[in-house]
């Protein structure tokens, strides 16, 4: 049986193809400022975002949005300041905002099941109006970088002189953050918070081994995590397992095949 | 001569120490400067305040006649070569893109780099020899063809002001000595130059002013008048002199009678 026959299948390849890219993209900006950290961050302090809005009430990802942006903004703030080094800041924040997420979870017994499903995603699920968001996030991501590739390219390689040529340095790596951010939502209900580090990070530290020009490691890096997510999705459906750490393992074993590979 | 950089009465305190105290000094367009003084004497701090990376506690600053967090578009007309480039090697980046950077600031926002930009840069490249170097790598260079790299960048933008701190470190004797007759060329258009440096005989026969600095102003003059005895032991803490043997001066660490009075005569 041909698994593209399957609407929910046709939805969850369209919003992993949306994720991969992204994520992909984005993923170069994390790699490369050696943050990979953070990207494990927003995604734990989302989680406490949905905790919260499932207590309250409101569509979850919004919780996840205000939570992973508050988070972004606190990193590069904080950082920036030079009170914390950012690894520390996002340490901090990061585990405070989980360990709220699961203290919540004690009030919100009939929601476990759905909170599980943010925990690691659940790409099968995907509705279409789920759809139609991804499309907005991934386009609004997309954008921006596409917009600021100059600007995001001064200050991830040279914080110093970006500021002495006078662009706003903290607000630009605020912005940087907000995309992490912003991808991480994107990626919540398919992949979920303990996975998405991992497509952000291991596309782009797979094609950064061969590549050694930042817009072809950029353009590289999307379709790398296209190919992934999409491959990742087609082997879960035929081996009949789950989406989110098959996508992940394929990614990793492509990653360790391209170590073996490498020609810098 | 019009003032491109002015300093009066600038006082920096930073993590609680004073580390720059009472500095007033005009640098006219058009002259070559050269800071000098101890490590932690406070030489870098000044770049970064007429940088405006750091303000001054007390204290006025004008670069081109305005404060130099408020320059605008006179920004771009400053050129900057760090004391250390903390970038990362094995970014993904070619030297070309690199010294395209250069150009960023007088391109504003959103704005990509044209053919234009692209001459400018390798023009600059050509000037401190690395033309053949476009398609290389950062990480893959030497690091003294990562210095003259840095330079081109600084140049690219056509300066009508450059700020160097130390920019010889790692540069090899033969090649430095090139680079400050670069420098000598790039002041004979027109433009301003301050570098901060150690090598003060060799640069002495270039520049036209030498400020020392140990917290203080100690002096600023020119180099026949400035670099004496008296002057360096004050700045470094232990005698050492001068003396002119021919156009290039020699420094000589601990006195010797025979050439004390040869050297300022
Ligand atoms: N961010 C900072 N916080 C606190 N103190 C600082 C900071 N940066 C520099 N200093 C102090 O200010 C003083 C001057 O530093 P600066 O870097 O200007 O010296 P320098 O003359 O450039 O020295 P070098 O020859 O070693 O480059 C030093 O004593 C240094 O310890
Ligand atoms: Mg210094």
Redo the contacts between chains.
């Keep these: 049986m041909n698994f593209l026959a399957y609407a929910f299948m046709q939805r969850a390849l369209i919003a992993g193809a949306l994720i991969g890219a992204t994520a992909g993209a984005v993923g170069v900006y994390v790699v490369?400022r050696?943050f990979s950290f953070i990207g494990a961050g927003i995604a734990h302090a989302a989680f406490g975002g949905v905790a919260i809005a499932i207590l309250v009430g409101v569509n979850p990802l919004w919780g996840a949005l205000v939570f992973s942006l508050l988070v972004a903004w606190g990193i590069a703030y904080t950082s920036r300041r030079g009170h914390l080094k950012e690894e520390v800041a996002i340490g901090i924040l990061f585990a405070t905002a989980m360990a709220l997420g699961i203290f919540l979870l004690r009030f919100v017994p009939g929601y476990r099941a759905d909170l599980f499903g943010y925990l690691f995603g659940n790409i099968l699920a995907v509705s279409s109006t789920d759809l139609v968001a991804s499309f907005a996030l991934a386009g609004a991501v997309i954008s921006v970088i596409a917009?600021?590739?100059?600007?995001f390219?001064?200050v991830t390689?040279?914080p110093?002189?970006?500021?002495?040529?006078?662009?706003p340095v903290g607000i630009l790596q605020g912005a940087l953050l907000s995309l992490v951010a912003l991808t991480v939502v994107l990626s919540l209900r398919v992949v979920g918070a303990v996975l998405v580090a991992a497509l952000l990070v291991i596309p782009a530290a797979t094609v950064?081994q061969f590549?050694?020009?930042?817009h072809r490691?950029l353009f590289l890096s999307a379709a790398l995590g296209v190919g992934e997510v999409i491959g990742g999705l087609t082997v879960s459906f035929y081996l009949n397992t789950p989406p989110g750490p098959t996508i992940v393992l394929l990614s990793a074993a492509i990653f360790v095949v391209a170590l073996g590979r490498r020609r810098r | 001569m019009k003032p491109v950089v002015e300093l009066s009465d600038v006082w920096v305190e930073l993590g609680g120490h004073t580390v720059l105290e009472g500095i007033t000094m005009t640098v006219g367009e058009g002259e070559f400067v050269s800071v000098v003084g101890p490590n932690g004497a406070g030489k870098t701090t000044l770049l970064k305040v007429i940088l405006g990376l750091i303000r001054p506690g007390q204290g006025e600053v004008r670069v081109f006649g305005k404060a130099p967090w408020a320059l605008g578009r006179d920004r771009a007309r400053i050129g900057y070569v760090p004391q250390t480039e903390e970038v990362d090697l094995s970014f993904p980046i070619r030297v070309i893109d690199v010294v395209l950077m250069g150009r960023y600031g007088a391109l504003g926002w959103m704005r990509r780099p044209a053919a234009a930009d692209r001459r400018a840069a390798l023009e600059a490249m050509e000037l401190v020899g690395i033309g053949d170097l476009a398609d290389k790598v950062i990480g893959e260079i030497s690091g003294g063809q990562r210095q003259r790299a840095f330079l081109a960048r600084a140049l690219a933008a056509r300066p009508d002001l450059i700020l160097l701190d130390e920019p010889t470190t790692g540069v090899d004797p033969a090649a430095s000595g090139s680079f400050y007759d670069l420098l000598h060329r790039i002041q004979g258009r027109g433009v301003t130059i301050l570098m901060v440096t150690h090598d003060i005989g060799v640069v002495s026969q270039f520049v036209d002013k030498v400020a020392c600095i140990n917290r203080k102003l100690v002096v600023h003059g020119r180099p026949e008048e400035v670099v004496t005895d008296e002057v360096l032991a004050e700045m470094y803490g232990c005698a050492a002199l001068f003396f002119h043997h021919g156009r290039a001066p020699h420094m000589v660490v601990r006195p010797h009678r025979a050439f004390r009075r040869e050297g300022e005569r």
């Design positions: 490369l050696g917009l600021l590739y100059k600007e390219l001064f390689f040279d110093v002189m970006a500021e002495v040529a006078g662009f950064y590549v050694r020009d930042f490691l």
